[in-house]
């Protein structure tokens, strides 16, 4: 058996174990359409080199460490800031889908339809809403409805808690009928939230740059 079978079939065990779920999860979540197996991967090419400069400087225990430290914190930095980026456009982009499906629903379309062409005129720019919308179409293909389509979509993640209402109030329309413009005053109060989270954040930025520092700066010197 060849190497590059070898080295698949270690990859592909890696990615069903249950390490590997997790981190298909987190990678999932910041976007990174790469598999666990080849992430790990690129973090050991990436502390090869390093430890070679680190054991030069510190010894060999020591300079391992620091090395295998520093590839670990920032991999995971980069997961989090990725995946915090993910939840904040989606949280900003559930009132943009809001006002998109009330405008088609406005225009006479049933729930479906108006779920299908919400999702096709999502500016490209909104990836991460453009792939939950893209799922919930799928799944309306399925028999799903659109209000539990979408739901399932986000799958009740706490950074999508704007969509999950939107979803909410989809399901209700689809149900009962209503007035579309609901979504216009949902979309509203979503607009008044996140302005409320951004002032909130300001006012403790400092915190939490000093909360995301010490444990990175720990990370790389092996504390």
């Avoid at 390093?50 to 225990?61: E, P, Q, R, V």
């Avoid at 800031?81 to 009330?102: P, Q, Y």
Wanted: charged share 20%.
């Amino acid at each position: 058996m060849s190497r590059r079978r070898l080295g698949a079939r270690a990859g592909a065990a890696y990615d069903r174990s249950r390490s590997g779920r997790r981190l298909a999860v987190r990678l999932e979540r910041a976007m990174i359409d790469t598999t666990p197996a080849r992430w790990r991967l690129g973090q050991l090419l990436l502390a090869v080199p390093l430890a070679m400069l680190t054991t030069a400087g510190f010894g060999a225990s020591a300079g391992l460490v620091i090395a295998a430290g520093a590839v670990r914190t920032a991999g995971h930095l980069a997961l989090r800031v990725r995946a915090g980026r993910r939840a904040d456009a989606l949280e900003r982009g559930a009132a943009l889908l809001a006002r998109c499906l009330g405008a088609e629903l406005a225009a006479g379309a049933c729930a479906e339809d108006a779920l299908a062409a919400a999702a096709v005129s999502l500016p490209v720019t909104e990836r991460a809403l453009r792939a939950v919308a893209g799922a919930a179409v799928l799944r309306t293909t399925l028999g799903e409805s659109p209000g539990a389509a979408l739901a399932g979509a986000v799958e009740g993640r706490l950074e999508d808690r704007g969509l999950a209402a939107v979803a909410a109030l989809l399901s209700l329309h689809g149900r009962a009928g209503g007035n579309p413009a609901s979504f216009d005053r949902l979309a509203a109060a979503l607009d008044a939230a996140i302005a409320t989270r951004d002032e909130a954040r300001a006012l403790t930025a400092e915190t939490r740059l000093a909360a995301v520092a010490v444990p990175a700066l720990a990370g790389v010197l092996g504390i």
